[in-house]
T-cell receptor
């Protein structure tokens, strides 16, 4: 089975712009979680989607949003980018009824 | 409290030695504790996980020890190899519809010298 894929792998944006990141889960996995990884804050949970519904949400401002499609693919959007949004954004997928989360390689976002 | 505290921040071990990384949690509702290994430029990879009803779990050279009363758990890497050099994260989550939300420790950078 193919693993979790994320596109694009690298992205450079300017402050004030918005960005959309994409995540394709492992086939058959319906839960997708998103995390932000920075050297200072470590790995922080953003949100989780299951069956096209946001099921859990972390402590991030409303500029961070996401959605999930009927094929379980998920996107996250960050509007009005700030320098502090520079990070590795990771998504992970989980099989329904299981606990194991499998991560993708991440999207490296740089905000200048 | 949702925090998971991990130590040490960095660890240097000689090849063949034992690497030990510790984590402590506060939320007694946590009931699933995975460990992840991350290499530079890659996403975290699930290494091993434990539930609180088990005090120890072993998979190959990797062992998790769990102390429910102390709210602590640790990862032991036996016969450490240079290829084990990576960043290790402990994590915790709790049940129902919240398994999709992992709370991570700050990470431990492990260096294994040949």
């Amino acid at each position: 089975k193919a693993g979790v894929t994320q596109t694009p792998r690298y992205l450079i944006k300017t402050r004030g712009q918005q960005v959309t990141l994409s995540c394709s889960p492992i086939s058959g996995h319906r839960s997708v979680s998103w995390y932000q990884q920075t050297p200072g804050q470590g790995l922080q949970f953003l949100f989780e989607y299951f069956s096209e519904t946001q099921r859990n949400k972390g402590n991030f401002p409303g500029r961070f949003s996401g959605r999930q499609f009927s094929n379980s693919r998920s996107e996250m959007n960050v509007s009005t980018l700030e320098l502090g949004d520079s990070a590795l954004y990771l998504c992970a997928s989980t099989l329904q009824g299981e606990h194991e989360q499998y991560f993708g390689p991440g999207t490296r976002l740089t905000v200048t | 409290q949702q925090q998971v505290k991990q130590s040490p921040q960095s660890l240097i071990v000689q090849k063949g030695g034992i690497s030990i990384i510790n984590c402590a949690y506060e939320n007694t509702a946590f009931d699933y504790f995975p460990w992840y290994q991350q290499f530079p430029g890659k996403g975290p990879a699930l290494l091993i996980a434990i539930r609180p009803d088990v005090s120890e779990k072993k998979e190959g050279r990797f062992t998790i020890s769990f102390n429910k009363s102390a709210k602590q758990f640790s990862l032991h890497i036996m016969d450490s190899q240079p290829g084990d050099s990576a960043t290790y994260f402990c994590a915790a989550t709790f049940g129902g519809t919240s398994y999709g939300k992992l709370t991570f420790g700050q990470g431990t950078i492990l260096t294994v010298h040949p």
